[in-house]
């Protein structure tokens, strides 16, 4: 599926490679032919928002991968939330969310979508009864992270999917750090729609922005709560999305009414290198479960560490789901905390000449990440108390480089402390 998931060779040419197309709009054969690409019962590309076929083709392989229905790519992780939030719930709804959430996603629920009058009650801890008390009759999702950013909390996400399935709503995964599925597949464990960052693992090598929808086609529209998706569509002439595609109801709702009027779409040529970064997903990720477990003992034992939080330690809160959920109970990144102060953690960060100081993770290279002045920069302090974002915490997103080079930097960096 990494590999030849979506690629249809070029008939034409005989081509390898998938063919970038640099073009906005395309040429209607006639104007019937137009009038039914428009009223969605003919199939083709009107305008690249909405389609694309180098885009096509990189969504029809995220699609092989997850086993989902239908994917949609869009222009970046934060879009793929907002649009899956907004395709639906509407001013008045809610959604209710696990605690441990990316700083971005955590920024969208408590203030931008609560300015747009759809309240995020995000739960205090993830016990899947805590969430339940949060739902009621104007909930319309259950989210969570497969694994959070950056404590790597991992939710009993069958417990979620089945408080989301008893009430009748969608259980949505943000499954970016599940690195596209290799490391995790939420839908095997009851997920009806994924989301996930694209940037991240599926690109691979920090050279684009994107975002993607997976929808696992295993959710019933037509129960009452959605009738955007099971009812007239006021967009399309009352045209009922459920009726006509079934259970891909939901990402062409996402597509047609979503990224058709919120706009935020791939370039074709970042779609390009998403399709890319897929060929190599699974040999990037193996390499990079190994180096992370190397580069965690290594730091366990090191006199100058306070405490390294990473998921395949059996200290770690989520060890037990970690290793239900995701593949060799692996991650790719995890937490450290060196002893002594905020100054001196700092010195690290800046004594460190292999490892980048950025905010990223699932890149070619290690990535040190200082979540307190960063990505969770915009939290107040209870805030980021409840993010388990300390002063001191550094994110480490282990890269491709030799381990013994990785390790090499940071010991160089702790002489330099
Ligand atoms: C778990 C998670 N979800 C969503 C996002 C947002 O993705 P993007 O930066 O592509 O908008 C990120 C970014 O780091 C993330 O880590």
């Given at each position: 599926m990494l590999i030849h998931g979506g690629l249809n060779p070029q008939e034409a040419t005989g081509a390898r490679g998938l063919a970038i197309y640099p073009t906005a709009a395309y040429r209607f054969e006639s104007c019937d032919y137009a009038a039914g690409l428009f009223e969605l019962s003919q199939p083709g590309n009107i305008y690249t928002r909405l389609q694309n076929p180098t885009t096509s083709a990189y969504e029809a392989r995220v699609a092989a991968i997850y086993g989902g229905v239908g994917a949609l790519a869009v222009s970046s992780g934060m879009s793929a939330v907002l649009l899956a939030i907004t395709s639906l719930a509407k001013a008045g709804d809610n959604i209710v969310a696990a605690p441990y959430l990316y700083g971005g996603t955590y920024n969208l629920y408590r203030i931008s979508l609560r300015n747009l009058g759809i309240d995020v009650r995000?739960?205090?801890?993830?016990d899947p009864q805590t969430l339940e008390s949060l739902i009621d009759e104007r909930t319309k999702a259950v989210y969570c992270e497969s694994?959070?950013?950056?404590?790597?909390a991992v939710p009993d996400m069958e417990a979620l999917a089945a408080v989301a399935a008893k009430a009748g709503i969608p259980f949505i995964v943000d499954n970016t750090f599940g690195a596209g599925g290799y490391l995790c597949n939420p839908f095997e464990f009851g997920a009806n729609i994924i989301v996930d960052s694209a940037t991240k693992w599926i690109n691979g090598h920090g050279t684009a922005m994107g975002g993607i929808i997976v929808d696992g086609g295993n959710f019933n529209w037509d129960n009452g709560k959605f009738p955007q998706i099971a009812g007239p569509d006021e967009g399309y002439h009352g045209l009922d999305l459920h009726k006509t595609f079934g259970n891909a109801a939901f990402i062409v709702k996402c597509r047609v009414d979503g990224l058709r009027d919120l706009g935020c779409c791939p370039s074709p040529f970042d779609a390009y290198l998403m399709l890319l970064g897929l060929e190599t997903l699974s040999l990037r990720v193996q390499r990079q479960i190994e180096s992370t477990r190397a580069l965690a003992e290594y730091l366990a034992n090191h006199p100058m560490v306070e405490s390294v939080s990473y998921v395949g330690f059996p200290s770690h809160p989520s060890y037990a789901n970690a290793r239900k959920y995701f593949r060799e109970g692996g991650a790719a990144v995890f937490t450290l905390t060196l002893k002594g102060t905020l100054e001196t953690t700092v010195k690290f960060v800046e004594s460190l000449k292999l490892a980048a100081h950025m905010?990223?993770?699932?890149?070619s290279i290690t990535v040190v990440t200082h979540p307190a002045s960063t990505t969770h920069k915009q939290l107040s302090g209870a805030d980021l108390e409840k993010a388990g974002v300390t002063p001191t915490l550094l994110r480490i997103s282990v890269g491709l480089e030799d381990v013994r080079d990785i390790i090499d930097d940071f010991e160089q960096a702790m002489k330099a402390v």
């Amino acid at each position: 599926m990494l590999i030849h998931g979506g690629l249809n060779p070029q008939e034409a040419t005989g081509a390898r490679g998938l063919a970038i197309y640099p073009t906005a709009a395309y040429r209607f054969e006639s104007c019937d032919y137009a009038a039914g690409l428009f009223e969605l019962s003919q199939p083709g590309n009107i305008y690249t928002r909405l389609q694309n076929p180098t885009t096509s083709a990189y969504e029809a392989r995220v699609a092989a991968i997850y086993g989902g229905v239908g994917a949609l790519a869009v222009s970046s992780g934060m879009s793929a939330v907002l649009l899956a939030i907004t395709s639906l719930a509407k001013a008045g709804d809610n959604i209710v969310a696990a605690p441990y959430l990316y700083g971005g996603t955590y920024n969208l629920y408590r203030i931008s979508l609560r300015n747009l009058g759809i309240d995020v009650r995000i739960a205090p801890d993830e016990d899947p009864q805590t969430l339940e008390s949060l739902i009621d009759e104007r909930t319309k999702a259950v989210y969570c992270e497969s694994m959070g950013n950056p404590t790597c909390a991992v939710p009993d996400m069958e417990a979620l999917a089945a408080v989301a399935a008893k009430a009748g709503i969608p259980f949505i995964v943000d499954n970016t750090f599940g690195a596209g599925g290799y490391l995790c597949n939420p839908f095997e464990f009851g997920a009806n729609i994924i989301v996930d960052s694209a940037t991240k693992w599926i690109n691979g090598h920090g050279t684009a922005m994107g975002g993607i929808i997976v929808d696992g086609g295993n959710f019933n529209w037509d129960n009452g709560k959605f009738p955007q998706i099971a009812g007239p569509d006021e967009g399309y002439h009352g045209l009922d999305l459920h009726k006509t595609f079934g259970n891909a109801a939901f990402i062409v709702k996402c597509r047609v009414d979503g990224l058709r009027d919120l706009g935020c779409c791939p370039s074709p040529f970042d779609a390009y290198l998403m399709l890319l970064g897929l060929e190599t997903l699974s040999l990037r990720v193996q390499r990079q479960i190994e180096s992370t477990r190397a580069l965690a003992e290594y730091l366990a034992n090191h006199p100058m560490v306070e405490s390294v939080s990473y998921v395949g330690f059996p200290s770690h809160p989520s060890y037990a789901n970690a290793r239900k959920y995701f593949r060799e109970g692996g991650a790719a990144v995890f937490t450290l905390t060196l002893k002594g102060t905020l100054e001196t953690t700092v010195k690290f960060v800046e004594s460190l000449k292999l490892a980048a100081h950025m905010t990223m993770v699932g890149d070619s290279i290690t990535v040190v990440t200082h979540p307190a002045s960063t990505t969770h920069k915009q939290l107040s302090g209870a805030d980021l108390e409840k993010a388990g974002v300390t002063p001191t915490l550094l994110r480490i997103s282990v890269g491709l480089e030799d381990v013994r080079d990785i390790i090499d930097d940071f010991e160089q960096a702790m002489k330099a402390v």
